[in-house]
């Protein structure tokens, strides 16, 4: 099974700061990583796939980076709406798997 | 626009089966991994297993033995079975469309969700 490790798992920021969010793999992935936000008691919501592709309507704030075992989640203006848990997840294996999440808390 | 919506038992006893059911609307079953995902409360989402809509299936093997998913073509919908349930099944539960694009795959829609408790 490939494990997948988010650092950290929260962090407090303020509207307008640059946000970097840290997904590991156990093993090398390629660029199968998947980027999830989700708001209380809603679904994820995917913002990014293969690594660095911003899905449709997805606001250009937002942008995915890395290869193999590291790869990061960038929000370069937080914006209120972005207030929420991010997820990733690999799809490089059949068994898919998830990282722990990281909550971006208001400041 | 395609839609997903899960349904079934909030209260499930322990030792009994969990049954569920995804309607899909706006869409069709054809083309498309299909999946279960899970969610304890306060934890990341846990992926339980996906069918194709040859009706080829991939479960976690932490649930294999307990997992069955199948499709209701006639209904478009897709099914969840999960047996000998205990207190850790409780979670809330989605379904969720995998997209491929080429190498890559992805969820890309998800149900609202449903809770499940597991509870005598």
């Known amino acids: 099974d490939i494990q997948m490790t988010q650092s950290p798992s929260s962090l407090s920021a303020s509207v307008g700061d640059r946000v970097s969010i840290i997904c590991r793999a156990s093993?090398?992935?390629?660029?199968?990583l998947n980027w999830y936000q989700q708001r209380p008691g809603k679904a994820p919501n995917l913002l990014i796939y293969?690594?660095?592709t911003l899905q449709d309507g997805v606001p250009s704030r937002f942008s995915g980076s890395g290869s193999g075992t590291d790869f990061t989640l960038t929000i370069s203006t937080l914006q209120p709406e972005d207030f929420a848990t991010y997820y990733c997840q690999q799809s490089y294996s059949t068994q898919l798997s998830f990282g722990g999440g990281t909550k971006v808390e208001i400041k | 626009q395609v839609q997903l919506q899960e349904s079934g038992p909030g209260l499930v006893k322990p030792s009994e089966t969990l049954s569920l059911i995804c309607s899909i609307s706006?869409?069709?079953?054809?083309?498309?991994?299909w999946s279960w995902i899970r969610q304890p409360p306060g934890k990341g989402p846990e992926w339980i297993g996906y069918i194709y809509d040859s009706g080829n299936t991939n479960y976690n093997p932490s649930l294999k033995s307990r997992v069955t998913i199948s499709l209701v073509r006639s209904k478009n919908q897709v099914s969840l079975k999960l047996s000998s349930t205990t207190a850790a099944d409780t979670a809330v539960y989605y379904c969720?469309?995998?997209?491929?694009?080429?190498?890559?795959?992805?969820?890309?829609?998800w149900g609202q969700g449903t809770l499940v408790t597991v509870s005598s």
């Open positions: 969720a469309r995998e997209r491929q694009l080429g190498d890559f795959d992805f969820f890309d829609i």
């Open positions: 706006g869409g069709s079953i054809s083309g498309y991994f």
């Open positions: 293969a690594a660095s």
């Open positions: 093993q090398s992935i390629s660029s199968h």
